[in-house]
């Protein structure tokens, strides 16, 4: 789970919802100063909310991108049905072309862990929304082995137990990833308390179905690679969820941009901030002005 290194927006940010064809999603939304080189639309991975890409947002807005970072459906303050069925990858797709279409189209698309396979799945089904994808610390299919195993745990565990009593087994238990979000306790904080409300405002048949997609997620890269869209893919230079070198062999046969984040793990968004917004600015920098792909169906 991504900790953000602070909670409070910048001062180029707003926090609001989201009106879209498939309702409202909460987003924090930063508008540049400078003219608006394009925009960004920022999903967040398992556990997570737009928080996640908190320290992102004054970085992109001062290079001149409008950056929006959502809650998807179930996550958080958007909220959502009790039902599984209601977060299938292809429903959470459709999400991400609804909340292009309310920013404009033409976008350029970012997914973090389970946000980028969900992302993959928009661009596969029609890509021409979009200017780019970048996915971040996501890879090519289902999560490692011993992720696999980890997260098959936690999802018998919210099915038998509430919320609060899962938060409270993952405290004691310890450690630092998908399957347990705050490592053990101390005196709470500031963090420690969103982390416990974010867990909490989140619909468990949303954890259940999307952790559920991380352990049979099969693999796109062929399909994705015949989308003629520019493709950037990032993560630290660790990774729990999905080792680097498959990442790079991922970015490889994409033909993608790659990009390491020196001194970070699963969320460079979080972890190196800067070091990340700087080279998400160069990889959009980069491309040809108004550049979108044609659609392109899922096979």
Same mark, same amino acid.
């Not at 053990?184 to 500031?190: F, H, N």
């Given at each position: 789970m991504s900790k953000p290194p602070f909670l409070t927006l910048p001062a180029c940010a707003r $926090?609001? &919802? @989201? =009106? /879209?064809a498939r309702g409202e999603?909460?987003?924090? %939304?930063? *508008? =540049?100063?400078? =003219?608006? &080189?394009? /925009? +960004? *639309?920022? +999903?967040p991975g398992f556990t997570g909310?737009?928080?996640d890409f908190i320290a992102l947002l004054e970085p992109l807005a001062a290079a001149g991108y409008r950056a929006v970072a959502v809650d998807g459906r179930g996550q958080y303050e958007s909220g959502g049905p009790r039902e599984e069925s209601a977060y299938a990858q292809g429903e959470l797709a459709r999400d991400i072309h609804a909340q292009a279409a309310a920013l404009g189209g033409a976008v350029h698309l970012l997914g973090h862990s389970l946000g980028g396979l969900v992302a993959r799945a928009a661009v596969l089904a029609d890509a021409s929304p979009f200017r780019s994808l970048t996915v971040m610390s996501s890879g090519p299919a289902a999560i490692s082995e011993p992720q696999q195993a980890r997260t098959r745990l936690l999802?018998? $565990?919210?099915?038998? *137990? %509430?919320?609060?009593a899962v938060w409270e087994r993952m405290r004691q238990e310890g450690g630092q990833d998908t399957t347990d979000p705050d490592g053990?306790? $101390?005196? =709470? /904080? $500031?963090l420690d308390t969103f982390l416990y409300e974010r867990w909490m405002a989140t619909v468990p048949g949303q954890l259940r179905e999307t952790g559920r997609q991380l352990t049979v997620e099969p693999d796109r890269t062929?399909? @994705?690679a015949r989308v003629p869209l520019p493709k950037h893919v990032v993560s630290g230079e660790r990774d729990y969820a999905w080792p680097v070198p498959? @990442? %790079?062999d991922m970015a490889q046969r994409l033909g993608a941009a790659r990009t390491v984040i020196g001194g970070a793990e699963h969320s460079p968004n979080a972890e190196r901030p800067a070091a990340t917004a700087a080279a998400l600015t160069a990889f959009w920098d980069g491309l040809p002005a108004g550049r979108t792909a044609g659609p392109a169906r899922a096979l």
């Open positions: $926090a609001y &919802r @989201l =009106p /879209t999603f909460a987003v924090h %939304d930063a *508008l =540049p100063a400078a =003219p608006e &080189r394009g /925009t +960004v *639309l920022l +999903v909310s737009k928080e999802i018998g $565990a919210l099915a038998q *137990l %509430d919320m609060a053990p306790a $101390a005196a =709470p /904080t $500031a062929e399909q @994705l498959w @990442l %790079d």
